[in-house]
Nanobody, 120 residues
Framework: QVQLVESGGGLVQAGGSLTLSCAASGSIFSINDMGWYRQAPGKQRELVASIGSGGDTNYNAAVKGRFTIFRDNAKNTAYLQMNSLKPEDTAVYYC??????????????WGQGTQVTVSS
């Protein structure tokens, strides 16, 4: 089994910054893509950013230039640095990871979510 534990959410004023962390633990052979999704009340869950094992990144247009995703492969941890936060960034943020627990076994895992609230 694999667990993803997120941290770093909270309440911040518009224009402020937060950094989210997502630490993967358990039966891990390797981790492919890691990513962050978010879901605001009444809205569908959407991709915020993703990062491959080699460091290639992909961003939602709404956050490009403000958010940065990066990872520490030695620690099996992904981060989301969020700058210039806006009230519309308010959501529950979920971490996801594409994990191989063996060479032959591959599965997507999700964290429990962390609340980010941006006040105007």
């Amino acid at each position: 089994q694999v667990q993803l534990v997120e941290s770093g959410g909270g309440l911040v004023q518009a224009g402020g910054s937060l950094t989210l962390s997502c630490a993967a633990s358990g039966s891990i052979f390797s981790i492919n893509d890691m990513g962050w999704y978010r879901q605001a009340p009444g809205k569908q869950r959407e991709l915020v950013a993703s990062i491959g094992s080699g460091g290639d990144t992909n961003y939602n247009a709404a956050v490009k230039g403000r958010f940065t995703i990066f990872r520490d492969n030695a620690k099996n941890t992904a981060y989301l640095q969020m700058n210039s936060l806006k009230p519309e960034d308010t959501a529950v943020y979920y971490c996801t990871a594409d994990v191989r627990s063996t060479v032959y076994r591959r599965q997507d895992y999700w964290g429990q979510g962390t609340q980010v609230t941006v006040s105007s």
